[in-house]
């Protein structure tokens, strides 16, 4: 079955469509939300291999206050609740997860992965903040509640080995 590749509800020149498609890696298909987790992972990486895991989490930090005005100016635009194409709380979410991960290949498979399970999941806290959050706020909150568990495996393995 061919997808039908999605129209933005705001023009990709506009800041909050940028931000929120992460530079229109959510208008990709199938799985934006996947596409958006990836390419989180360059940036993280270099990101991590000049500045280390305190600017990873820097910088997680700000994607999570712009993704909250770029997911709420996107939603609004949208008239949906949490459109498919906003993949700015999957960059949150996989830098989160990464913040925790050595900068290896096979750790930043394993990062992906664990991030893709629980946000695909929602675990709870995830799925109680998707339902009780709107907004900006309700868009990225839920990625990040899913992110923790994700750190939380790559911590235990790290210790555990």
């Not at 020149?13 to 996947?34: I, Q, S």
């Amino acid at each position: 079955m061919a997808h039908a590749k999605p129209r933005a509800a705001l023009p990709l020149y506009h800041p909050a469509c940028l931000l929120a498609t992460w530079f229109g890696a959510g208008l990709l298909r199938p799985a934006p939300g996947t596409w958006g987790s990836l390419a989180a992972l360059p940036f993280a990486w270099i990101m991590v291999y000049y500045g280390g895991p305190v600017a990873l989490a820097a910088a997680t930090i700000a994607v999570f206050a712009l993704g909250c005005w770029a997911g709420g100016v996107y939603e609004q635009a949208s008239g949906g609740k949490d459109p498919g194409v906003v993949v700015i709380d999957e960059v949150a979410g996989q830098w989160l997860v990464l913040i925790a991960a050595p900068l290896h290949p096979w750790y930043y498979l394993a990062a992906f992965l664990l991030f893709r399970l629980c946000d695909i999941t929602k675990p709870w806290p995830a799925n109680w903040a998707e339902r009780r959050f709107t907004g900006g706020l309700g868009i990225m909150l839920d990625d990040i509640m899913a992110a923790l568990y994700g750190v939380a495996a790559i911590v235990a393995f790290r210790i555990w080995f």
